[in-house]
């Protein structure tokens, strides 16, 4: 049997947070990827993805070195 899962892509600019909600989501069967804030578009839009989280503390969105997508 051969079951899809559906994909969600976490994007981490430095939350602490960011493994808790891929637990969550892992938890409801969804397959779950972590991925730095530095990662190349290419690299991310090869991944099949349903939907996106941006994780991040108010401090992150305005660091400027971690924001380089």
Partial sequence: M???HEKVLILDFGSQYSRLIARRF???NTYCEIVSS?????EISSIDIKGV???GGPSSIYDTK????
Avoid: F, Y
């Fill in 26 to 28: 892992r938890e409801l």
């Fill in 2 to 4: 051969n079951m899809q």
């Fill in 66 to 69: 971690r924001a380089r997508i």
């Fill in 38 to 42: 530095t990662s190349k578009l290419n």
């Fill in 53 to 55: 989280v941006l994780s």
